[in-house]
């Protein structure tokens, strides 16, 4: 999805990013660039924080609808996508000690955890698969 975010700067300050669709949802960046990308992370994690808290995610408002917001004054409006989080589930798996301690091994030299290794390992694998389906159709 996306919504609206405003850019202000005020002078001698940081860029600050707010979301009129999610009052005290903010952030800052040294630079637009960082802002921007800082929009983003504070917007995820805000979704993520309402799903879980259970509450429903607003419709995005439009450009129009927001044209005499009095916080827009001396703003920028831009787009921020970012996508709610699916929910984790938990699944058992079953596989030789020695997989396991292999798997291990390569998710902590990956700097990840077995699961995010697993997962990671699985839709690269999938998706590498299918790139090898395209070219041999050719």
Do not use: W
């Not at 009052?23 to 960046?29: E, F, I, K, L, Y």
């Not at 800082?38 to 927001?66: K, N, R």
Request: with cysteine; proline share 4%.
């Amino acid at each position: 999805m996306e919504y609206i975010a405003y850019l202000h700067k005020d002078k001698g300050s940081d860029y600050g990013v707010s979301f009129p669709d999610f009052p005290g949802c903010v952030t800052a960046g040294r630079t637009l660039e960082e802002a921007r990308e800082l929009a983003v992370e504070a917007l995820t994690l805000h979704l993520a924080g309402m799903i879980e808290d259970g509450d429903a995610l607003p419709e995005p408002s439009t450009l129009d609808a927001l044209a005499k917001d009095p916080a827009m004054k001396g703003a920028v409006a831009f787009l921020v996508s970012a996508e709610a989080p699916e929910k984790t589930v938990r699944v058992n798996i079953t596989a030789r000690e020695s997989q396991i301690e292999a798997i291990d091994k390569l998710a902590r030299k990956a700097g990840m955890t077995r699961s995010a290794y697993m997962v990671q390992s699985a839709v690269r694998g999938r998706r590498e698969a299918g790139t090898r389906r395209a070219v041999e159709r050719r």
